[in-house]
């Protein structure tokens, strides 16, 4: 029942199964795996808002929404939404400030800037 669970919504996940897989392979605990996870599934819905925003900066909220509305499974759930915006606000913090350590753009960080700052 889990691994058909997890097949449904990897359809639905902007990470690649290599991308969970990768996450899968550290050695940080499972909490922290699975924050990883979701700072990873954050920054590719912000990159998939962003395709032309040359600058490489998260986008504002107003694309969060517009974003949201565009994607079939949440305009029919609003409490995933808020839930969406909560996940969206804190993980924005969060890779602004690694960006800022690492000098890049927020949106040219990759999966590997994100579990190396991880397993520092």
């Known amino acids: 029942m889990i691994e058909s669970t997890f097949k ?9 199964k290599e ?3 990768l996450i899968g392979l550290t050695n940080l605990s499972v909490s922290e795996k699975h924050h990883l996870r979701m700072l990873a599934h954050c920054l590719q819905c912000f990159k998939s808002m962003s395709k032309d ?3 490489g900066l998260i986008p504002v909220k107003e694309e969060w929404l517009e974003w949201c509305l565009k994607n079939p499974i949440m305009m029919k759930d609003d409490d995933f939404v808020q839930v969406m915006f909560e996940q969206f606000a804190g993980a ?12 890049v753009a927020p949106l040219d ?12």
Do not use: F, G, M, V
């Not at 449904?8 to 690649?16: E, V």
């Not at 960080?109 to 579990?115: A, C, G, P, V, W």
């Open 92 to 103: 924005a913090i969060q890779l602004e400030k690694l960006s800022n350590d690492l000098k």
């Open 8 to 16: 449904d919504n990897s359809k639905n996940s902007p990470l690649s």
């Open 19 to 21: 991308e969970i897989n």
């Open 53 to 55: 925003n040359s600058r």
């Open 109 to 120: 960080l990759t999966l590997r800037h994100l579990i190396d700052a991880y397993e520092d």
